[in-house]
Structures are given as structure tokens and as C-alpha cells.
């Protein structure tokens, strides 16, 4: 009866139209929906609103699961930035410790280059001092020679003209003068 006095209060249910968010929409099975225009049953409007429950209870657990996948994924981004952070931090330092390491390296090898290029220039410096005094003495000695040269010279031309201007006076004795009197060894003359 109660049931009855409902329905003649309120109307018959196939005389009702549905409220528009019970109406057939793209998300729900056409065949549930013999006639998209027409009322639904009571039957019909149960299973709808189960339906709805369903698709409901679907969407809020899909929403929990996208939020797991998404704290997941900003988990796994965050540890693969830490991660990379850290491997960055240990390459670059790698990299800093490479290059002082290079740096020192170069600055040795300069110092090295600088010392032997010293050295060198240094032997080179007393090579060079060295050739400069032996050619000086070279010099002096060939300047003694060639004033030993000039003398003896000379004094062959002293004694060439002594002995030309003898023979054309002559001694006292027929003899040419001595070459002992113009400063010059004579070999004696042999007895016959």
C-alpha cells in the first residue's frame, strides 16, 4: 500500500521523464538503454544508479592508482636527479682533479724545458768563450810567426844586399865580407 500511495502521489513512473543525469550517455552500454527518449523502469533506474556506483567507485580507484604511478614517477625522477647530481659532483671533481693533475704536469715540464734550454745556453756561452780565447792565441801565435817571418826576411835582404855591395868593391883581401859581420852564420871555408 505504501508503495501504491507513492505511486499515486507522486505519479506513475512511466509518466515521470528522467533527471538529465540519468539520462543514456556515451559512457554506459546502449543495449541497457531500450529507449533512449522514453522513461526508465525502476528496474532500469537501479541498475543505472549501480552502474553509476560501478563506474564511480572505477574512476576514483583509476584516480588512486594515477596517483600512486605519478608519486612513483616523481620518486624515480628524483632519485635519477639525485643520482645524477652525485655522478655529475664526482665526474666534475674527477675532471678538476685531472686538470691540476695536467696543470702540475705542464709546469714541470716547463721547468724542466727552462733548466736544460739554461744549461744549454750556458755551454753554449762557454763553448763560445772558449773558441774566442783559442782563436786569440791563434792570432797572437800567428802574429809571432809572421813577425819571426818579417825578420828573417829582412835580414836575408841585408844580407843579400851586403854580399852584392862586396862584390862590387871587393876586400881588401879579394873575399867578400863576412857573413858573420852582418849578423849571419857562415860555414868555414874548406882547406884545399
Excluded: Y
Amino acid at each position: 500500500e505504501a508503495f501504491a500511495n507513492r505511486r499515486s502521489s507522486h505519479g506513475s513512473v512511466q509518466e515521470r521523464s528522467p533527471p538529465p543525469a540519468l539520462r543514456r550517455t556515451q559512457t554506459f552500454d546502449a543495449e541497457a538503454l531500450p529507449d533512449p527518449n522514453g522513461a526508465f523502469t525502476l528496474e532500469e533506474e537501479r541498475e543505472l544508479r549501480k552502474n553509476l556506483h560501478k563506474k564511480v567507485a572505477q574512476l576514483v580507484q583509476e584516480n588512486r592508482n594515477f596517483r600512486a604511478v605519478h608519486q612513483d614517477i616523481q620518486r624515480t625522477v628524483e632519485d635519477h636527479r639525485h643520482h645524477f647530481d652525485s655522478r655529475h659532483r664526482e665526474h666534475f671533481s674527477k675532471v678538476l682533479e685531472t686538470s691540476e693533475e695536467s696543470q702540475k704536469r705542464i709546469e714541470e715540464a716547463n721547468r724542466d724545458w727552462l733548466q736544460r734550454h739554461q744549461e744549454m745556453q750556458d755551454r753554449a756561452a762557454s763553448i763560445e768563450n772558449a773558441c774566442q780565447l783559442k782563436q786569440a792565441e791563434i792570432e797572437d801565435q800567428m802574429k809571432d810567426v809572421q813577425r819571426g817571418l818579417e825578420e828573417k826576411m829582412q835580414a836575408m835582404e841585408n844580407l843579400l844586399r851586403s854580399f852584392a855591395d862586396g862584390q862590387a868593391e871587393g876586400t881588401p883581401d879579394g873575399r867578400p865580407p863576412s857573413a858573420s859581420a852582418l849578423g849571419a852564420p857562415v860555414a868555414s871555408p874548406s882547406s884545399s
